[in-house]
């Protein structure tokens, strides 16, 4: 997520970044200017629903497994009465006229016996047809909400096309902060596009159940007029330029909530570089200025110092890619950074990694429990940053300690703040205080081993703080309610040992 650069006191830069995760090991692409240069003209759309039908079934599926809830910050997006379990995402970038054509295909699972279901789809984008295991069916767009008028029952699977077009448009984000107001698809005035959705951003840009808890299976196929190219999530498994027109595929391993999904598109080059412990990671930069990857290529100590305490990166891929923003998140092995010198700091590079286990690997299931993500993110930013400053992680948190009881009374506790402050300083500072004082309390041993082990206990899953809370106290034999109630809770930030 997002962080505001100068929420932090902090001996080092603290700087502010979105990540989101990419294939690696991706050839160049060569054309116009990603920024100032006029956008390419030709038209691009994607490819047709009529492909071979799908198999709702399939066991690989299984993985995508989930309990949606009904969100308790943000009840408007998300539907518990779908299950998603597979995302197809065909869309196709026309630049010159900010037009999106989209057909997603989805496989869900109802959790409920109904008369129809919905999902969420951005007011600008118009839908030309939907159609559920094959057969057209009626549906109805009013406003974010797309209701689909076909029958379904309980625990069984459904396969729902739908093809849809527009210039998609951002929605007001449930915040304060300076450096976004908006979330979701948002285009540059030479026609780039790139996305960045907390909370609920997903469903600018594509039909989605658009609540962290649902956990899905993603592929992309993206096309875009020539030399531009099409970014997105996981592994690029294919790429092609016919008619003018550059087409990648992409393919996501692992189930990732909507909000970590992205997509960019523009005129970028790639390179790679590999971490020790064996993981490539690919950078995509504006065409016109390569060296921008070089500040970008020290994620590889960030990731392998993240590996010696949190073990092995939990996925397949990572990759970084530069877009014209102000800020920046994290997607699951994608990360989106604004193209600024501050997204270039180390402490982001390493912050951001930080939530492949941590928001990417388990995730939260209700928005109010953003603080899983962003505490130990920042904790694990504040030891990177104290180290490099040649300082104690006490003194470190000291100069933290301050910020912290000014974003808690601004904003509320951690784990009950405003809804509509979203992403303020109380959800990073407080939590990682707290950590802290677990550590202490624990000693290092057993604080490192269970901050490795929470993350790989709930692999791939959404969960809350009530399964937290319970399984930190039966792993470490500690009575810890009070203390986690005071820390993430309470008013008022609780003495420090």
Known sequence: ???????????????TLLLAGCGAGLPATKGTPVTGGAPPTTSASPESGDGPETDVDDPAYDVALSEPVEDSYYPDFGDPGIDALHYDLALAWTPGTRRLEG?????????????????????????????????EVEASHDGDDLVVAAPVVADERYAVEVRYAGTPEPVAAPTTRSDFSTT?????????????????????????????SDK??????????????????????SRSEEDETTTTEWHLAEPAASYLTTVAFGDYTSSTNTSKG?????????????????????????????????????????????VDSQSGMETQTMITLGMTDYTRSEPVLVHEMAHHWYGDQVTPSDWRDVWMNEGMAMYLQGMWEAEQAGIGIDE?????????????????PPAAYDPGEFGEGNIYYGPALMWHELRE?????????????????????????????AWLEEETGEELTDFLDAWLLGEETPPRD
């Open 396 to 412: 470190q948190m000291d100069l933290w300690a301050s910020t912290e009881e000014l974003a808690r009374s601004e904003s509320g």
């Open 1 to 15: 997520m997002p962080r505001r650069v100068a929420l932090a006191v902090s001996v080092a830069t603290t700087a």
């Open 441 to 469: 309390r624990l000693g290092d041993d057993e604080f490192f081993r269970v901050m490795r082990a929470w993350p790989a206990a709930r692999d791939n899953l959404s969960t809350g703080r009530d399964d937290y809370w």
């Open 216 to 237: 899905a299976l993603y592929d992309f196929t993206l096309s875009v007029p020539s030399p531009w190219t099409g970014v997105a999530n996981g592994e690029l498994v």
């Open 103 to 135: 057909v997603t295909t989805l496989v869900f699972r109802a959790t409920a016996d109904a008369d129809s279901f919905q999902l969420d789809l951005g007011p600008a984008l118009e839908v030309a047809g939907v159609r559920v295991d094959g057969a």
């Open 184 to 212: 979701g698809f948002t285009i540059t005035p030479s026609g780039e596009a790139w996305t960045m959705q907390e909370p609920y951003g997903a469903h600018t840009w594509y039909p989605v159940n658009d609540q962290p």
């Open 278 to 322: 064996g993981t490539e990671i690919g950078y995509w930069v504006p065409s016109d200025a390569p060296h921008l990857a070089q500040g970008l290529q020290r994620a590889a100590a960030g990731l392998d110092w993240l590996e010696e305490r949190l073990g092995p990166y939990p996925f397949d891929t990572l990759g970084f890619v530069l």
